[in-house]
């Protein structure tokens, strides 16, 4: 679809990616629209090690564990990391020139409920040598509005800012909607951006185009420029997370 100069991927449902009893995910790449910068995001719970130490390089492999989770997720690097990445929790990992890493349930028998994102390093990054930045839970600044609660885990929205400096411009948002409520984010977004509902349902406006989205489905929005026009209308209780970055490795 195409609003104006924003054109909109989806709505689309994630792959479902199962591996025995023990880790479920719902998985999105670019094949299925996830826009530059976004190389792949995966909604997971996990409730056992899954899939040992294993290597990233190029880009930011991130991990970002959700409030409702039952235990931490245990991470352990190359570089030297090993704690717990506790609900609420963000864990960043620029992995630059090479990184081994592995997590699992911090408690046995518990599940892990988060979100794992890929995302790409410019080119002028993607040799760095590997580092890791944490946000904890009572770090994450919060925007509280009537019927809303946004946790803002990366960038700026509005007079709030997120603590954590990243190796490149990024937004992302852990928002709540209860029944009725609408928030524009129109002015605050970066070109590319995506847009996933956790659970409920909600509406989204952009550019004068109205599109639903149920728990599940995602929408990719590319833009010419920043500052795309975006409000979101919920009718339920609704967790949606929305994540916006610039574009890397595009001549201008």
Known sequence: MNSSNVEIFGPVKGNDLVIGSHFNA???????????????????????????????AGFSAITYVFEDSSTAHQNRDSIGNLGPIRAGALHWMVAGSGVVHDEWPANEGAETHGMQIFVDLPPELKSV???????????????????????????KLGAISSPIALPQEFLLLDCFFESGTSFDFSGQLHANTWLYVVAG??????????????????????????GAQLA???DNASQLVLMSGAPVGVAN
Not at 32 to 48: E, I, K, S, Y
């Open 201 to 226: 349902e909600a509406d989204i406006l952009l550019n004068r185009q109205s599109v639903r989205l149920t728990a599940g489905q995602a929408l990719a929005m590319q833009c010419s420029r920043e």
């Open 129 to 155: 040598s590997p580092y890791a930045i944490d946000l904890h839970p009572e770090e994450v600044p919060v925007l509280i509005e009537d019927g809303l609660r946004v946790r803002v885990v990366a960038g």
């Open 26 to 56: 719902l998985n999105f790449n670019r094949r299925n629209g996830t826009p530059n910068p976004l190389l792949m995001v995966d909604h997971f719970r996990m409730r056992a090690p899954t899939f040992g130490p294993h290597p990233h």
């Open 232 to 234: 979101i209308t919920s």
